[in-house]
């Protein structure tokens, strides 16, 4: 039989009579030692082709679904909505809710929905008119399935940017994502990797839940969402922009707005 003295419990009782400060030590070792141990966490869902069902998957679960000079052709519409020397009527098939994401300097989500994305392309061209005289876009095998090179001509000077597109089954574009082409402020290293194929590759459209069924559809509240973005910072952020766009666009212009076009151009000061 065991001693009272060799069982953990009884011995935390029997130092606890040397006084009250001892006691409060007591109770901490009967917790520890005779408490239930901590049940581990299940582990994350894998956010692979099968989350949720296939409908929160990501967009590299989709496979091109046109010829490659249909995505590409789509790129360019996308510029054309952009370039005032071009057919102003002549834009992409967007996705219902399409987003656009600009990395910084720019200002992150600045668009939200076909409507959207349509009515202010029209008003930056007038605002803000530009050429895109230069640009090469190519169609890729794994989404984003077109990516482009392309330098926007603005009275300031030119602006150099790389910009992704991804696309749903009904070749709809679901997610346009852009950085400035510099060294340091696009996806990945400009020498080693100029389009973005490797890995290490830091983009989000391939971490958006949803962009990975059939239709492309975001639902910047849904299951999927919330348990991405509790993993996920940017992701939270995506979802946080997009279920309250203007309010955290105006906040976003008002914090780093100032001077974005030399900033995000590169042009001197």
């Not at 992150?108 to 005289?133: F, H, N």
Request: charged letters at 20%; hydrophobic letters at 40%; aromatic letters at 12%.
């Amino acid at each position: 039989m065991l001693s009272l003295m060799s069982s953990p419990c009884h011995r935390a009782r029997f130092e606890s009579s040397r006084g009250v400060r001892q006691l409060a030590v007591a109770a901490l070792v009967v917790v520890t030692a005779c408490g239930p141990a901590p049940k581990d966490a299940p582990p994350p869902v894998p956010f692979d082709c099968t989350f949720g069902d296939g409908e929160g998957a990501p967009s590299t679960c989709l496979e091109p679904t046109r010829d490659e000079a249909y995505y590409v052709a789509e790129a360019h519409a996308y510029f054309d909505t952009l370039d005032v020397s071009a057919d102003p009527t002549n834009h992409p098939l967007y996705s219902e809710r399409v987003a656009r994401w600009e990395w910084p300097p720019w200002l992150k989500l600045t668009g939200y929905g076909r409507d959207m994305l349509i009515e202010t392309a029209a008003l930056v061209t007038k605002k803000d008119p530009s050429t895109i005289p230069t640009r090469d876009c190519r169609f890729f095998a794994a989404q984003p399935f077109a990516r482009c090179r392309v330098v926007f001509e603005y009275e300031g000077g030119p602006c150099a940017i790389y910009e992704e597109f991804t696309f749903n089954d009904q070749g709809e574009t679901t997610f346009i994502e852009a950085w400035t082409d510099a060294p340091g402020l696009g996806p990945t290293d400009l020498v080693a990797d100029p389009w973005a194929e490797g890995a290490g590759v830091h983009r989000l459209s391939t971490r958006v839940p949803g962009l990975g069924n059939a239709s492309g559809l975001i639902e910047p509240s849904g299951p999927w969402m919330s348990e991405i973005a509790a993993r996920d910072a940017e992701v939270a952020d995506f979802a946080s922009r997009a279920q309250d766009f203007w309010g955290t666009w105006l906040k976003e212009l008002a914090a780093n707005g100032k001077d974005i076009y030399p900033r995000g151009c590169g042009w001197a000061p």
